[in-house]
């Protein structure tokens, strides 16, 4: 039982802690929900890791009119969106998850990490209406799922392109 127990632990900390006191949600120029959207598509249909697969990304506009050239097009915030499209405009995301660019990280690495899914490191996305930070992403905690999963925790492999 005792052994049973600490296995799960071990197995339950390979993913980034859940901060105490989350960040509070920035405010974002749509009031786009993962709730919704993560239940129509998966992540990687908006977030398409392009190589070398670094960052996650973020969806252009293109990839919302696929679906709202003809969903809600009356609501004004997907007036808004039409907008920005057909001017060529980005929208503004604010970001939620940053570390500095200092930081080596790589998305697609350490997804391909076997028990690693986008939600050790950023909680119940799909669950969510609006998204903030809910997860520790310092270098102690970075550091911590390294020693459970026994990847280095040489400081140039985080440290190695200043
Ligand atoms: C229909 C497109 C779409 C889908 C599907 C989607 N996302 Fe997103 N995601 C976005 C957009 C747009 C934003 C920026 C707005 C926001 O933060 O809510 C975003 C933001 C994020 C962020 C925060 C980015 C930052 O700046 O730190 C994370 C983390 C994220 N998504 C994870 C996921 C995960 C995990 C899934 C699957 C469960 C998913 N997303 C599915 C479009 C999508
Ligand atoms: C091992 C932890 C980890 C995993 C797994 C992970 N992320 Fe992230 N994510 C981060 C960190 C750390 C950042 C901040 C990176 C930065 O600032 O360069 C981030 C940033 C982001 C961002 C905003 C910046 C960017 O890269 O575009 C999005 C969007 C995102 N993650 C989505 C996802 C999705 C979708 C998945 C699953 C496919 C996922 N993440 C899996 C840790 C993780
Ligand atoms: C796969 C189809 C699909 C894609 C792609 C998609 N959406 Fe949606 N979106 C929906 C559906 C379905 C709803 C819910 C409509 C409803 O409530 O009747 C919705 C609702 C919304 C709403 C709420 C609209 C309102 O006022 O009620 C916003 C804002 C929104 N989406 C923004 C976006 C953005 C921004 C993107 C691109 C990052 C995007 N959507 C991509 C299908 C999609
Ligand atoms: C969920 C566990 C987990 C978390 C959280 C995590 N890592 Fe990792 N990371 C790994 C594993 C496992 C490897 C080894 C992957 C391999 O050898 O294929 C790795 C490898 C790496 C690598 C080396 C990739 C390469 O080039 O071989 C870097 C750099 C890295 N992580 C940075 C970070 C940073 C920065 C953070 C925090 C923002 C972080 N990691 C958080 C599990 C994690
Ligand atoms: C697994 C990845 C990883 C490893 C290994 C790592 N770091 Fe870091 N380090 C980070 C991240 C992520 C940050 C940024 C944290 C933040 O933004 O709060 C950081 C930040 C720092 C900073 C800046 C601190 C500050 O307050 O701004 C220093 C200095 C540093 N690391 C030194 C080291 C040294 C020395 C080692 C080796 C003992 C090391 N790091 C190993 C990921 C790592």
New binding site residues.
Partial sequence: MVHTVSVLALMAA???PELKTPRPAPEQPLPFSHKIHAALLKCNGCHTMADPGDFAGLPATAKCMECHSAIRKESPHIQKLAQAHGAGEKLKWAPVYR?PEW????HR??V??EG?TCE??HGAVAQREVLRRERD?S?Q??ME??R?????NDCL??HDRR
């Fill in positions: 390979a993913q980034l570390i930081v080596s990280f790589n690495q350490h391909a990490v690693v050790s490191c992403i270098m905690a970075c799922c390294h459970q999963k026994k990847a280095s492999l985080c």
